[in-house]
């Protein structure tokens, strides 16, 4: 298992599914073998410079990197481009980002916090969506004040299995 980045240039590819469109970057198996991945495995990185925390997932035979239509705007590039990836395995793949609209409400709120740290990572994954995903900073705020809530308050489990948090119903 590398613990130094592999530095790779792919082109940034299109699948359409009955699940909508994704763009990704295929891991080739000479990078999967030098990584050590052989299951799906979280990683950090850069592509074009624009810096990631994502899970090297499979699907069938293809082993992939999931590029939101968000990032690959800030990249540049579009479907066919090739573009620079920089890959490690992630030294802690338990951790999770907040987004800032949160990570200040916890910061203000340690009883938060300890309550977020103590969920699975990924619950804590899908908070951190469910803040990051709105386009508009207003809408960010109140998702992340309705976790915040729902941490203070004992609920936060009640709101993760009615699918508030992450992409269940989308």
């Known amino acids: 298992m590398a613990d130094t980045p592999l530095t790779l240039r792919l082109p940034l590819q299109r699948d359409v599914s009955d699940y909508g469109v994704f763009l990704y970057l295929e891991i080739p198996e000479v ?3 030098a990584l050590g991945i ?4 979280r990683v950090i990185g850069s592509v074009n410079g624009v810096p990631f925390d994502l899970m090297v997932q499979k699907w069938h035979a293809l082993w992939f990197l999931y590029i939101s239509k968000t990032t690959a705007s800030k990249l540049g590039a579009q479907v066919g481009d090739w573009v620079d990836l920089v890959i490690a395995r992630d030294p802690d793949p338990t951790r999770v980002s907040q987004p800032i609209e949160l990570q200040v409400l916890l910061d203000a709120e340690p009883l938060a916090a300890e ?9 804590q994954r899908s908070l951190a969506f469910t803040v990051s995903r709105p386009k508009r900073e207003e809408t ?7 976790i915040l809530n729902h941490l203070l308050e004992g609920t936060i489990e009640d709101y ?4 508030r948090g992450g992409t269940r119903g989308r």
């Not at 052989?38 to 495995?41: G, L």
């Not at 960010?140 to 309705?146: D, E, S, T, V």
């Not at 993760?160 to 699918?163: E, N, S, W």
């Open 31 to 33: 990078a999967r073998a």
């Open 38 to 41: 052989e299951k799906p495995t």
């Open 115 to 123: 309550r977020l740290l103590a969920l699975t990572p990924g619950a």
């Open 140 to 146: 960010r705020i109140q998702k992340a004040l309705a």
């Open 160 to 163: 993760l299995r009615q699918g």
